[in-house]
């Protein structure tokens, strides 16, 4: 008679291969989760969280500071995006050691933010705001560095930005280097399009480059040669000041 082998085991899979499997999210759907400005002035009354979160929204980036080294309002986006309705905002649970959540939700940002409607030509102002208040410690800060370093490709060929704030941010301002413009009263990873006006910020990220001047072409290059050419002269201000 034909001999029948006995039935291997099947390990579980690699984390590398299907990290979903193994770590799912431990929110709903991140689609379920953002508010839109009105909804969020609405209800903000009921969560203390989310009254922080949208008061700082709507103080701190649409208004002048005096240590900002530049006219104007902090974030010029800002004020546009929520006139014309295209910020979304949500506060998550993700916990320190929830990662793979926390990659699930940033991943799920960036697509929503395409879903945002915006009239043609507005495609620049949407946002989508994602404040991670249980993160809110060295463990959790660190936890969104990685998860942020992990779609730092998937966010570069897109021309997608993240603005990741916090209380304890040391990022220095780009007209004066002793403000520090992405402090927030909690963890927060801000969502949306590169714009050509991100020459400031771009000349200071090469790998950014190609990405801009894809986007951009003529007009991007003229701002990042000015940009170059602008921060070479305040460097040399600098040293001659020292001197």
Same mark, same amino acid.
């Given at each position: 008679?034909?001999?029948?082998?006995?039935?291997?085991?099947?390990?579980?899979?690699?984390?590398?291969?299907?990290?979903?499997?193994?770590?799912?999210?431990?929110?709903?759907?991140?689609?379920?989760?953002?508010?839109?400005?009105?909804?969020?002035?609405?209800?903000?009354?009921?969560?203390?969280?989310?009254?922080?979160? +949208?008061?700082?929204?709507?103080?701190?980036?649409?208004?002048?500071?005096?240590?900002?080294?530049?006219?104007?309002?902090?974030?010029?986006?800002?004020?546009?995006?929520?006139?014309?309705?295209?910020?979304?905002?949500?506060?998550?649970?993700?916990?320190?050691?929830?990662?793979?959540?926390?990659?699930?939700?940033?991943?799920?940002?960036?697509?929503?933010?395409?879903?945002?409607?915006?009239?043609?030509?507005?495609?620049?102002?949407?946002?989508?705001?994602?404040?991670?208040?249980?993160?809110?410690?060295?463990?959790?800060?660190?936890?969104?560095?990685?998860?942020?370093?992990?779609?730092?490709?998937?966010?570069?060929?897109?021309?997608?930005?993240?603005?990741?704030?916090?209380?304890?941010?040391?990022?220095?301002?780009?007209?004066?280097?002793?403000?520090?413009?992405?402090?927030?009263?909690?963890?927060?990873?801000?969502?949306?399009?590169?714009?050509?006006?991100?020459?400031?910020?771009?000349?200071?990220?090469?790998?950014?480059?190609?990405?801009?001047?894809?986007? +951009?072409?003529?007009?991007?290059?003229?701002?990042?040669?000015?940009?170059?050419?602008?921060?070479?002269?305040?460097?040399?201000?600098?040293?001659?000041?020292?001197?």
């Amino acid at each position: 008679s034909r001999r029948t082998e006995p039935r291997r085991m099947v390990g579980p899979p690699d984390q590398t291969i299907f990290p979903s499997m193994l770590h799912p999210a431990v929110q709903p759907p991140l689609k379920d989760t953002l508010l839109t400005w009105k909804a969020a002035q609405d209800l903000k009354a009921g969560d203390g969280v989310l009254t922080t979160l +949208f008061e700082w929204l709507d103080a701190y980036p649409v208004n002048p500071h005096a240590e900002l080294g530049r006219a104007g309002v902090v974030c010029p986006y800002t004020g546009q995006a929520r006139k014309i309705g295209s910020i979304r905002m949500g506060v998550l649970g993700t916990q320190a050691g929830d990662e793979q959540a926390a990659f699930i939700a940033l991943r799920d940002g960036f697509q929503e933010l395409g879903r945002i409607p915006v009239d043609p030509g507005s495609e620049e102002f949407r946002t989508v705001v994602l404040a991670f208040p249980a993160c809110d410690s060295e463990a959790g800060l660190a936890m969104l560095k990685r998860v942020i370093k992990r779609l730092k490709y998937f966010a570069l060929f897109r021309c997608l930005t993240v603005g990741f704030m916090h209380r304890e941010s040391e990022e220095t301002g780009l007209w004066n280097p002793a403000f520090r413009p992405l402090r927030s009263p909690m963890p927060v990873l801000a969502l949306r399009y590169v714009v050509a006006q991100d020459a400031p910020f771009i000349a200071r990220y090469h790998l950014m480059w190609g990405p801009y001047l894809a986007r +951009f072409g003529l007009d991007g290059a003229r701002r990042l040669f000015s940009e170059r050419v602008r921060r070479s002269v305040r460097t040399a201000s600098a040293g001659t000041e020292s001197d």
